[in-house]
């Protein structure tokens, strides 16, 4: 009863519309997802049923315990890439067994509260990370377009073609899988010669069924996989959590990023024991899926129950269509991903320097590695850093000195933390001021240690010289901070 009750939630508003629109976009997920498995499982070292028993249980799965509707999980190429030397050296065993263990490692960040730090991602390494993804998208489909057949390039523009135009006509069934339908009739009608789905691999020809991982159940085990399980973990939810970022951008809806973390690890250990490679959020049919008009959770359901049909009931028809076809989808995702207006000359001349080196580095660092978890961290490093930068100028310091000359006043303003405090020493006449000095923070705020460090330093420096520091204007919590740490730092300055 419990599924039933879940199958119902899968599309709480249903219509003829909706459900016509989830299914069919739930189908030109599940052929775009082939290809694409079958490549990440050759990257990572491992047969092609790996990944697309992967990507079959990992949108199940996640369809019913992930926070965000219509994103699709499977087997990426992140993950890949993270557990391929794992199998290598040790074989499918350890890889199954991190994979698990990965999973649960992301049941556990999730539960701590992993999600609530895309608070601290900056809109910046939003915008890079968006157009790191369309090129990186793009790029992937460079390699079917080189040492092909010369009738690969009219299929791929004929489809692009078609793909535009269609829509202006109607948009009863997505164009993608018109034109998915159209070039593999032709090609096979034609007798065209050109590669296929079944020239990446050969697809499986029966369900996955559950099991134990191959290994020794040891520390020595665990000892071997657990670094790679990390790795994993940290990597799938930085990648499933911006995805859910972006899709709640583009449907300007909410997700809860604390379900989709743990549903992310669920799924992944499910994936484990069914013998999948593991997987997390894939961004490129997540775009295809949603750009199809897709919202709800049961397209991501049946994007992995029609990968798994197609595979076993219809393999051998599913192995026909052209690899041209799933490119020209593939592009055209990749140019409706790209942010063109963040790169317009309009918005690059009003935009910060600061917002564009973040954003430029962001793109760079992730085409360069080819992982996007590492460009977002260290986009948001580069955006700290040009924040303190930012904020530490912004600190000043002026001195009123009383007509009689019987005292100074110092009025400080600003934001006083690691960063702008480091110079606040330097800002006063130690020798020259009179014997009282007072230091105004009235429009100031202490954010840290460092900063009560340094108004220690310069006490110290007055009271060296026999004059007397009073310090006025704290609000309430640089007071509290103030009073906790004065006196206490002696040794850090």
């Not at 960040?109 to 609530?116: C, D, N, P, S, T």
């Amino acid at each position: 009863m419990s599924t039933i009750t879940n199958l119902y939630r899968l599309a709480p508003k249903w219509s003829p519309k909706v459900l016509r629109t989830e299914v069919l976009a739930g189908l030109v997920v599940a052929l775009a997802l082939i290809p694409e498995a079958i490549s990440f499982s050759i990257i990572a070292g491992v047969d092609p049923s790996l990944g697309l028993y992967a990507s079959f249980t990992m949108a199940v799965v996640i369809s019913f315990v992930g926070g965000r509707p219509a994103m699709i999980s499977a087997a990426t190429g992140a993950v890949a890439l993270v557990v391929a030397p794992l199998a290598r050296e040790h074989g499918v065993g350890y890889l199954i067994a991190a994979v698990i263990l990965g999973g649960l490692f992301q049941i556990a960040l999730g539960g701590l509260g992993v999600a609530k730090l895309m608070r601290f991602v900056p809109r910046s390494v939003m915008v890079g990370f968006v157009n790191a993804l369309a090129i990186l998208i793009f790029m992937a489909q460079v390699p079917e377009l080189i040492d092909v057949p010369w009738p690969v390039y009219p299929l791929v523009a004929g489809a692009l073609v078609l793909m535009v135009l269609l829509p202006r006509l109607t948009k009863v069934v997505p164009a993608p899988l018109i034109s998915i339908i159209a070039l593999t009739a032709l090609t096979i009608g034609a007798g065209i010669a050109v590669p296929t789905v079944g020239d990446k691999g050969d697809l499986p020809s029966s369900l996955p069924v559950p099991g134990l991982p191959d290994v020794p159940f040891s520390m020595s085990t665990l000892s071997v996989i657990a670094p790679y399980a990390l790795a994993l973990a940290l990597v799938g939810l930085m990648e499933s959590l911006m995805t859910a970022k972006l899709v709640d951008d583009l449907t300007d809806t909410h997700s809860n990023k604390t379900r989709e973390s743990i549903g992310q690890g669920i799924a992944n250990v499910v994936t484990g024991f069914f013998g999948g490679m593991g997987g997390c959020a894939m961004i490129g049919q997540t775009m295809i899926n949603v750009k199809s008009g897709a919202r709800t959770r049961l397209s991501t359901f049946l994007a992995g129950v029609f990968l798994m049909a197609l595979c076993v009931a219809v393999g051998p028809l599913v192995s026909r269509i052209p690899m041209a076809a799933l490119v020209a989808v593939m592009v055209l995702v990749a140019v409706g991903t790209f942010d063109w207006h963040s790169v317009a000359r309009a918005t690059l001349r009003r935009m910060p320097v600061g917002e564009i080196t973040v954003m430029v580095v962001t793109v760079a660092v992730v085409v360069a590695t080819d992982n996007l978890a590492i460009g977002v961290i260290v986009g948001t490093i580069t955006a700290m850093v040009v924040f303190a930068r930012r904020v530490a100028r912004l600190a000043t310091v002026e001195p009123l000195l009383d007509p009689d000359g019987s005292q100074v006043v110092y009025t400080v303003t600003g934001e006083l933390f690691f960063a702008s405090s480091n110079d606040l020493v330097y800002q006063f006449d130690y020798a020259g001021d009179p014997d009282k000095v007072i230091i105004d923070l009235a429009a100031a705020h202490i954010w840290d240690a460092s900063s009560v460090a340094a108004l220690d330093a310069i006490t110290t420096k007055y009271a060296a010289r026999g004059k007397t520091v009073e310090i006025i204007g704290l609000n309430g919590p640089s007071a509290k901070l103030h009073g906790n740490l004065t006196g206490e730092l002696a040794g850090s300055h």
